[in-house]
């Protein structure tokens, strides 16, 4: 927090305490009038006090409008940092280590936890604190002994019941939070699989394992309630009893009624602030939880260390060289064999693409085509070897930019909820009308979008897509931003057998005379490309061009005629 948002804060306490002073003033001012017009004074005896009475009444909503105002003006500035951060924090594409539906709790809940923390539990904190002293001081000035039990209830309300009610909601919400977790699961099931449940006739149990977890999960909230009800209760408890003796020992020490009402009625309006303090602190154990959250995402490592050089000039034309690259993933957290290092996902594996050169690489799953795909676009850290381009190591240059020089279709293209033409702008935000209809055409998706309209809106709730279509949506969003070495992984990957001919033709087609990189496992076409690599187990285990590989036994050669042969 910076000094200009700590000043604010300064001003949202003292407007809170301000606000909490006058309503004590007023309720002191009021007691002190009424219980003295009960004598029948002369109204100039009076006139002083119903000024007070007032001031404060009018100044309680004034001051009460101003914390208001800059408590939630600190709060949501605070809070809008704290997403700037966090966006921040995402933007390299690292592999996320949290899931997505995870992120987004993140990001809209959590960070509404540090405007909590200020709004519903530090300012408040603050200004019971100053009323509670305020209060303290009156008592003092007229019989100190009221004032040593006003601390004492004080204490018990506002320090010990919020400490016991963060305590208790710690404990209960470890206890929820699974609960809840496991609750969401069951109903994800349910609505995703639904398909699958009727399918195979596993609904009724998915349903009544929904059910049970959301039974478990209503026991503890019911339980959890009536933890919070105590609280609460105990709260206007101790403040009854507070006033009590208040009263008690006033009228004990022979003090005239109005300076016994003017102590009781103070001692009850200072309890004010201070009992919603035990909600807050059950409130500030769910935000610590969020901050703690927020702190995890921000403070994950990134996945690959940037230094930044100046990167080669993406118009120029580009030669990317992998020699002898070793990549190791980071061992699972959950493998059998902890400890022991995992296999190299790339182990020794060379390659080299000169401007126009277009290079296919083939493999079983797991074989680590993707893992080449991932570290040439810098998204994981080789552990030997090295990537240069146009000479310069990868390794120097800023992860950004590697990626402006490199990139392409990635496995699981995305269709965001927006018209198609945004769907495609995504990849060229200034890209003129011509250049989006040359994409289009290239990736022969002009038909489709003659048919549809630029204008159509596009997924979720929006106009279906086939995986044909979104293919090549992907693919003219790649062509469109035109980078100087182009990655395509698996582009016709779940496609039906014609689909996918088509597409990795028009491919092959568009492709020509541009860098490109393809990982595939259909090998149809591939007598176009340069050169065919053949990964088994992260080694080159052949490589060639695709007459070569089809006339010797071997990996390359059983593929084709099974391929061949599912043809007909
Ligand atoms: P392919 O794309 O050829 O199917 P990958 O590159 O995805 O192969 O995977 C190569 C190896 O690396 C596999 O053994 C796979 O399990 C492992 N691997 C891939 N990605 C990760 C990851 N993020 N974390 C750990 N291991 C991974």
Same mark, same amino acid.
């Given at each position: 927090?910076?000094?200009r948002?700590?000043?604010?804060?300064?001003?949202?306490?003292?407007?809170?305490?301000?606000?909490?002073?006058?309503?004590?003033?007023l309720?002191?001012?009021?007691?002190?009038?009424?219980?003295?017009?009960?004598?029948?004074?002369?109204?100039? %005896?009076?006139?002083?006090?119903?000024?007070?009475?007032?001031?404060?009444?009018?100044?309680?909503?004034?001051?009460?409008?101003?914390?208001?105002?800059?408590?939630?003006?600190?709060?949501?500035?605070?809070?809008?940092?704290?997403?700037?951060?966090?966006?921040?924090?995402?933007?390299?594409?690292? $592999?996320?280590?949290?899931?997505?539906?995870?992120?987004l709790?993140?990001?809209?809940?959590?960070?509404?936890?540090?405007?909590?923390?200020?709004?519903?539990?530090?300012?408040?904190?603050?200004?019971?604190?100053?009323?509670?002293l305020?209060?303290?001081?009156?008592?003092l000035?007229?019989?100190?002994?009221?004032?040593?039990?006003?601390?004492?209830?004080?204490?018990?309300?506002?320090?010990?019941?919020?400490?016991?009610?963060?305590?208790?909601?710690?404990?209960?919400?470890?206890?929820?939070?699974?609960?809840?977790?496991?609750?969401?699961?069951?109903?994800?099931?349910?609505?995703?699989?639904?398909?699958?449940?009727?399918?195979?006739?596993a609904?009724?149990?998915?349903?009544?394992?929904?059910?049970?977890?959301?039974?478990?999960?209503?026991?503890?909230?019911?339980?959890?309630?009536r933890?919070?009800?105590?609280?609460?209760?105990?709260?206007?408890?101790?403040?009854?009893?507070?006033?009590?003796?208040?009263?008690?020992?006033?009228?004990?020490?022979?003090?005239?009624?109005?300076?016994?009402?003017?102590?009781?009625?103070?001692?009850?309006?200072?309890?004010?602030?201070?009992?919603?303090?035990?909600?807050?602190?059950?409130?500030?154990?769910?935000?610590?939880?969020?901050?703690?959250?927020?702190?995890?995402?921000?403070?994950?490592?990134?996945?690959?260390?940037?230094?930044?050089?100046?990167?080669?000039?993406?118009e120029?034309?580009?030669?990317?060289?992998?020699?002898?690259?070793?990549?190791?993933?980071?061992?699972?957290?959950?493998g059998?064999?902890?400890?022991?290092?995992?296999?190299?996902?790339?182990?020794?594996?060379?390659?080299?693409l000169?401007?126009?050169?277009?290079?296919?690489?083939?493999?079983?799953?797991?074989?680590?085509?993707?893992?080449?795909?991932?570290?040439?676009?810098?998204?994981?850290?080789?552990e030997?070897?090295?990537?240069?381009?146009?000479?310069?190591d990868?390794?120097?240059?800023?992860?950004?930019?590697?990626?402006?020089?490199?990139?392409?279709?990635?496995?699981?293209?995305?269709?965001?909820?927006?018209?198609?033409?945004?769907?495609?702008?995504?990849?060229?935000?200034?890209?003129?009308?011509?250049?989006?209809?040359?994409?289009?055409?290239?990736?022969? =998706?002009?038909?489709?979008?003659k048919?549809?309209?630029?204008?159509?809106?596009?997924?979720?709730?929006? $106009?279906?897509?086939?995986?044909?279509?979104?293919?090549?949506? %992907?693919?003219?969003?790649?062509?469109?931003?035109?980078?100087?070495?182009?990655?395509?992984?698996?582009?016709?990957?779940?496609?039906?057998?014609?689909?996918?001919?088509?597409?990795?033709?028009?491919?092959?087609?568009?492709?020509?005379? $541009?860098?490109? =990189?393809?990982?595939?496992?259909?090998?149809?076409?591939?007598?176009?490309?340069?050169?065919?690599?053949?990964?088994?187990?992260?080694?080159?285990?052949?490589?060639?061009?695709?007459?070569?590989?089809?006339?010797?036994?071997?990996?390359?050669?059983?593929?084709?005629?099974?391929?061949?042969?599912?043809?007909?």
């Amino acid at each position: 927090m910076n000094r200009r948002m700590g000043t604010r804060l300064l001003w949202a306490v003292l407007a809170g305490a301000a606000a909490d002073l006058a309503g004590l003033g007023l309720i002191a001012a009021a007691a002190w009038l009424i219980t003295r017009a009960a004598q029948q004074p002369g109204l100039a %005896a009076l006139s002083v006090a119903i000024v007070a009475t007032r001031a404060f009444a009018t100044s309680k909503g004034v001051f009460r409008y101003a914390e208001r105002l800059t408590g939630h003006d600190v709060a949501l500035r605070a809070q809008a940092g704290t997403r700037e951060q966090l966006y921040r924090a995402l933007i390299p594409p690292q $592999r996320p280590r949290h899931g997505g539906a995870d992120l987004l709790s993140r990001m809209v809940d959590d960070t509404e936890a540090v405007q909590d923390l200020l709004v519903r539990c530090l300012l408040p904190a603050a200004a019971a604190a100053l009323a509670g002293l305020a209060a303290v001081v009156i008592g003092l000035t007229i019989l100190p002994v009221t004032a040593l039990v006003l601390v004492a209830g004080l204490v018990v309300a506002g320090v010990a019941l919020p400490a016991g009610t963060a305590a208790a909601a710690r404990r209960w919400s470890a206890r929820i939070a699974p609960a809840r977790a496991a609750l969401a699961g069951r109903v994800a099931d349910l609505v995703h699989g639904s398909a699958d449940l009727a399918a195979y006739g596993a609904d009724e149990e998915a349903l009544a394992k929904a059910l049970a977890a959301d039974e478990s999960l209503a026991a503890l909230e019911r339980r959890q309630a009536r933890v919070h009800a105590a609280a609460l209760a105990g709260g206007t408890l101790v403040q009854g009893l507070t006033v009590a003796a208040v009263v008690l020992l006033a009228q004990g020490a022979g003090a005239g009624s109005v300076a016994t009402a003017v102590l009781a009625l103070t001692a009850l309006v200072a309890f004010e602030p201070v009992l919603p303090l035990a909600a807050a602190g059950e409130r500030l154990a769910g935000i610590t939880a969020a901050l703690r959250r927020l702190r995890e995402v921000r403070s994950a490592t990134p996945a690959v260390a940037e230094p930044a050089r100046p990167a080669p000039r993406p118009e120029a034309p580009l030669t990317v060289e992998i020699d002898d690259l070793v990549v190791r993933h980071p061992a699972a957290t959950t493998g059998t064999s902890a400890g022991a290092s995992t296999r190299a996902a790339l182990d020794g594996v060379s390659l080299t693409l000169t401007p126009g050169r277009r290079v296919a690489i083939v493999g079983p799953s797991g074989a680590g085509k993707s893992t080449l795909l991932a570290a040439l676009m810098r998204l994981v850290e080789p552990e030997s070897g090295s990537i240069r381009v146009n000479g310069v190591d990868v390794r120097d240059l800023d992860g950004d930019d590697v990626r402006t020089l490199m990139t392409g279709l990635t496995q699981d293209p995305y269709i965001f909820r927006a018209s198609l033409k945004d769907n495609l702008r995504l990849a060229g935000p200034e890209a003129s009308e011509e250049e989006l209809e040359r994409a289009v055409r290239e990736a022969r =998706l002009d038909g489709w979008v003659k048919r549809t309209g630029w204008d159509a809106e596009l997924g979720e709730d929006g $106009r279906t897509v086939s995986g044909g279509q979104l293919q090549r949506l %992907a693919l003219a969003r790649a062509l469109l931003y035109d980078p100087p070495v182009l990655l395509l992984d698996e582009p016709a990957e779940a496609l039906d057998e014609e689909t996918a001919d088509r597409l990795m033709g028009d491919l092959l087609d568009v492709t020509r005379d $541009r860098t490109t =990189l393809l990982v595939t496992h259909r090998l149809k076409g591939l007598e176009s490309v340069d050169e065919v690599v053949v990964l088994e187990e992260g080694r080159v285990i052949q490589r060639g061009r695709h007459d070569e590989l089809v006339s010797v036994p071997g990996y390359y050669r059983d593929l084709w005629e099974s391929e061949v042969l599912t043809r007909r």
